[in-house]
């Protein structure tokens, strides 16, 4: 027991205590680590969703059949398509296209039906606004799919195709978009607010100028700095376990990998971020500054870790910068634990990347503080 | 009374000039972040590494792998042991099994399953591979003379507007001059309207008989200014960068990005009078303008696909209005007709915003 009573007598610990005590009568503080984590996986993980359903059509039916309206509902029945408008006239389409109030238009000719009838090929006319180029592309996509199906029904037997692709979907059978987005969002949250709060711990001292009292106590500046950062891994690695809850409650996370494994490099990442934010605290002389640069970090950071843009799509420039964003490994290492499972070994580059981070960051701003406090 | 706002806002360029760091970074930051979006994001599925395993090594299966790769949308990668090791190790997005009597099975006329497993974490890169693998064996079995084509009695002529080549940087870019044109220059003027506060400055205001819309309207003016050169800026770099060029004449570009401005910098001095020190101001702006600007405007994600509560905020988010205005600029081309509304919403929104500012500043003021 004795060194128990020796280590709650260290001044390590006496730092670590006020520092604690600080951090807690300090509201926006506690304001900082809680809301807007919380905020943003709700927003983020609510708002992103990429897929592609309900495009806005408009329907001008100038044939007015069984067969036209069999057509536009094939086009409905799957939540892909829904109908804004009907216009009587080809120019009142048109429009509705040219101005955005739909995205795709669609004109049934009034021959539609002889057409099938004498076994000619009916043509149907579609425009699609082609300003978002994703949506654009995948619309397309569909609306030559349903209308080739549709057709192929015409024909009353439909051969069977000779070579089917099964296809499974792993890990995410539902295909839903929240379990895609919500492990990266855990990753961006914790690069957000562990940054921010180290570095501005930090800041606040320099700024006002109590860094300066604390080297005058007969503490070690290795000490000092060991008793910042311990505290916040505490209450950062609180912001963990809110992430994972909001995670299993309202996003419904699979958590198929070990939780414990979770746990540890959610805190090897804590580091991470802790070890940038003092390392702006270091370059920035005040609060300003500081708030200024993290977001000139920040945002490429977030941008190219794969958590909202997947990297495959991004040019090959940037898909290899990427492996340089500590969140880029954060995020891979997320995802598989909680949506794959694969157990350790596919994770462990991921895991040695953020430990070469962690150790890089930490080391370079410690050195750094030293320099600007002797 | 005129006179007197144009001396807060030239004192406030002044203050603005001084600080070389600010002005820096000022200009830098929605550089940077322009460049970043215009180049890194896309959202268009491509390079999708799939491994194959086949276990017929047949004339036939080579040419079925072949036709999966000549669409340049997939690249082949290594797989492991089992179907399911590229995936677990996240090296392959998909693992397609080609059964060893594939070849064998085709040539007698029977049925024969190809098996492809996908990584359904990121769906939307999920459903694009399911449908391309599909519409790729449909290929495989026509240009084979496997099967007799299906007579096809209705065919879709589509045609695709204002984006023919359907290059990406035509949606993204646009939408990144409302992103970084409301982050920055709110984060500006909130800094501005705090920082006094902070020093003490505003007691002199308080005890001058400047009225706080005087004070205020003087500061936005100057942030206004501001910016203005960064918009120019960041437009001017953009276009010469990813060869935008104007679809239509940019008179309602210019209106729609002048009450943008306009409606941003209110949105920096609502949170600067709100908040007590700058790191709050930041945050605010940074993080309430920039979520509320990247994903409820339609930026990325399309607002459809919101769900009901926040879908409404998307509705008094100016970025959702301006970003109508700009790919009306750039790519649609339609002018007033489609966006008249538009630049009426923004100046809305922007007045409202100024006007409680200038409401909590009173309050705030020292009575007479």
Same mark, same amino acid.
């Given at each position: ?105 669609? /004109? ?22 082609? /300003? ?14 349903? /209308? ?35 492990? &990266? ?23 006002? &100028? ?110 290899? /910068? ?53 | 009374? +005129? ?16 600080? *070389? ?7 830098? %930051? ?115 003379? %496997? ?9 879709? @002529? ?39 506060? @902070? ?14 819309? @005087? ?8 942030? #206004?200014? #501001? ?14 960068? +990813? ?23 209110? +949105? ?41 509560? %926040? ?12 970003? %109508?205005?700009? *790919? ?39 009575? @007479?």
């Amino acid at each position: 027991m004795n060194w128990i009573r020796r280590f709650l007598e260290s001044r390590f610990w006496a730092l670590a205590v006020k520092e604690v005590q600080q951090i807690l009568k300090n509201k926006q503080f506690i304001f900082l680590l809680l809301f807007p984590p919380t905020i943003q996986l709700l927003i983020l993980g609510f708002a992103l969703d990429p897929s592609v359903t309900h495009l806005s059509l408009g329907v001008l039916d100038y044939s007015r059949t069984e067969e036209s309206r069999e057509l536009v509902s094939a086009l409905t029945e799957n939540d892909i398509f829904w109908v804004k408008t009907a216009p009587h006239r080809k120019e009142n389409l048109v429009e509705d296209v040219r101005t955005g109030t739909i995205t795709t238009g669609l /004109v049934i000719p009034p021959e539609f039906r002889q057409d099938i009838a004498d076994g000619k090929t009916a043509k149907v006319q579609v425009f699609i606004d082609g /300003v978002n180029a994703n949506t654009a592309g995948i619309a397309s996509g569909y609306m030559q799919q349903i /209308v080739r199906e549709y057709s192929r029904n015409l024909n009353v037997p439909p051969p069977d195709p000779l070579v089917n692709t099964q296809v499974r979907f792993l890990y995410n059978p539902g295909l839903m978009s929240t379990w895609f987005f919500v492990p &990266g969002v855990m990753g961006l949250v914790l690069t957000l607010t562990g940054s921010l709060v180290s570095s501005i711990t930090l800041i606040r001292e320099k700024d006002v &100028g109590t860094l300066e009292q604390l080297l005058m106590t007969p503490a070690a500046a290795w000490e000092i700095l060991a008793a910042k950062i311990a505290p916040l891994f505490v209450l950062l690695m609180g912001d963990v376990f809110l992430a994972a809850g909001i995670g299993l409650v309202v996003f419904h996370l699979p958590f198929r990998g070990n939780f414990a494994w979770f746990l540890l490099f959610s805190g090897l990442y804590v580091v991470v971020a802790i070890g940038l934010g003092m390392l702006l605290a270091t370059l920035s002389k005040t609060q300003q500054q500081v708030v200024l640069t993290s977001f000139f970090f920040n945002v490429p950071i977030i941008q190219l870790s794969g958590a909202v843009a997947p990297i495959e799509s991004m040019p090959l420039f940037f898909r290899v /910068v990427s492996f340089a964003d500590p969140l880029r490994h954060y995020v891979a290492i997320a995802r598989n634990l909680i949506l794959k499972g694969t157990g350790i070994e596919p994770i462990l580059p991921n895991a040695a990347a953020l430990a070469f981070f962690a150790i890089v960051l930490l080391g370079v701003s410690i050195n750094r503080f030293r320099a600007q406090l002797s | 009374m +005129f006179r007197r706002i144009l001396a807060q806002c030239q004192k406030e360029l002044a203050q603005f000039r001084r600080d *070389r760091l600010t002005v820096a970074l000022a200009f830098l %930051l929605p550089l940077g972040m322009m460049l970043i979006y215009g180049f890194a994001i896309r959202l268009e599925a491509q390079n999708l590494p799939i491994s194959v395993q086949d276990f017929d090594r047949s004339p036939l299966s080579r040419t079925y792998i072949a036709r999966l790769f000549a669409t340049n949308q997939f690249i082949p990668v290594r797989s492991g042991e089992s179907p399911t090791d590229s995936l677990d190790r996240g090296d392959a997005i998909a693992s397609v099994v080609i059964p060893p009597d594939f070849s064998r099975k085709i040539k007698a006329d029977k049925d024969v399953d190809v098996q492809v497993l996908v990584d359904g974490s990121d769906v939307n890169n999920a459903r694009v591979v399911q449908n391309s693998i599909r519409a790729t064996t449909n290929f495989f079995i026509q240009t084979n003379q %496997l099967q007799p084509p299906a007579e096809r009695s209705v065919d879709a @002529e589509v045609r695709l507007w204002f984006n023919p080549g359907l290059r990406e940087a035509l949606y993204i870019v646009p939408g990144a001059f409302a992103v970084v044109l409301w982050v920055f220059p709110s984060m500006l003027s909130a800094i501005a309207v705090v920082r006094e506060k @902070e020093q003490g400055t505003i007691l002199q205001v308080y005890s001058s008989d400047l009225t706080s819309f @005087e004070w205020l309207l003087g500061k936005v003016m100057a942030y #206004v200014v #501001v910016a203005a050169g960064e918009a120019t800026l960041v437009m001017g770099v953009a276009i010469l960068l +990813f060869r935008m060029e104007f679809a239509t004449n940019p008179l309602p570009l210019l209106v729609g990005t002048f009450v943008y401005l306009l409606s941003s910098v209110s +949105f920096g001095t609502f949170i600067g009078v709100r908040s007590s020190n700058q790191n709050a101001a930041v945050q605010g702006t940074a993080i309430a303008g920039f979520l509320s600007s990247f994903l409820l405007s339609g930026f990325i994600y399309r607002i459809d696909n919101i769900p009901f509560p %926040l879908s409404l905020i998307c509705n008094i988010i100016p970025a959702r209005y301006y970003i %109508l205005i700009t *790919r009306d600029a750039f790519v649609r081309g339609t002018g007033w007709i489609g966006i008249w509304y538009a630049p009426i919403i923004i100046l809305a929104i922007g007045c409202l915003l100024f006007l409680v500012s200038t409401k909590i500043m009173s309050k705030m003021q020292l009575k @007479e």
